[in-house]
């Protein structure tokens, strides 16, 4: 999605899109002995196979949501649903990726003899690029601080997306332990949050002179 800098043994700049979207399998009222349920796993292995299939290490795929009707342990499922994220650098990549996956839902549903009722893109967003400037400015600021660096592209999905379409747009990144985020056990040190408070106070300076 965006471009980012972080300080000490980290990364920067790049870009990063995102789709998600969902998949609705029913069973078709003529051959109720087929399951929808096994339609919503093998959808799911063919989001991992399309994905591996693009050959490239920052296409990645998820299936966060999958849910089954009516829920109960001696029921056939009649409904299945699938909420799948896409993601790339690339946009038309992870639009090849998201066609892959729609025939193969197509495929699936027809071998399975199941109906798959819908198909819906909820949110779709182009990717954005770190601004060049505010990159070398970060470069220089590293430097000028003696802090390490690297370039790295995010897979989350940040406000500076959207803020990319309106100003220019990077973003400062510092290390967190075993690189979590958005968990419990996520942690920075004092001394990283301290360099990356440095490192925007200087970059901002910096920029203030362009």
């Given amino acids: 999605m965006v471009g980012e800098w972080m300080t000490r043994a980290e990364e920067m700049s790049g870009e990063y899109n995102f789709l998600s979207f969902f998949f609705f399998f029913q069973l078709n009222p003529s051959t109720a002995l087929n399951d929808a349920g096994l339609a919503a796993p093998e959808l799911a292995l063919a989001v991992e196979k399309h994905v591996l299939e693009s050959g490239s290490i920052d296409t990645v795929g998820s299936v966060g949501i999958l849910e089954l009707h009516p829920g109960a342990i001696n029921s056939i499922p009649s409904k299945s649903?699938?909420?799948?994220?896409?993601?790339?650098?690339?946009?038309?990549?992870?639009?090849?990726?998201?066609?892959?996956?729609?025939?193969?839902a197509i495929t699936i549903s027809k071998n399975r003899r199941v109906r798959l009722s819908e198909f819906k893109i909820i949110n779709q967003d182009?990717?954005?690029?770190?601004?060049?400037?505010?990159i070398k400015a970060m470069q220089a600021s590293s430097q000028e601080l003696n802090l390490s660096h690297k370039l790295m592209i995010s897979r989350a999905y940040h406000d500076s997306l959207f803020?990319?379409?309106?100003?220019?747009?990077?973003?400062?990144?510092?290390?967190?332990?075993?690189?979590?985020?958005?968990?419990?056990?996520?942690?920075?040190?004092?001394?990283?949050?301290?360099?990356?408070?440095?490192?925007?106070?200087?970059?901002?300076?910096?920029?203030?002179?362009?």
């Fill in 81 to 104: 649903h699938l909420e799948i994220d896409t993601r790339d650098i690339d946009e038309m990549r992870r639009n090849t990726v998201i066609e892959k996956i729609h025939r193969s």
């Fill in 126 to 134: 182009p990717p954005a690029l770190s601004d060049k400037s505010m």
């Fill in 163 to 210: 803020m990319a379409r309106i100003s220019p747009m990077a973003m400062i990144f510092i290390p967190c332990y075993k690189g979590y985020s958005h968990r419990p056990e996520e942690y920075s040190s004092p001394e990283d949050i301290a360099n990356g408070v440095k490192m925007l106070a200087l970059t901002l300076s910096k920029l203030s002179l362009y």
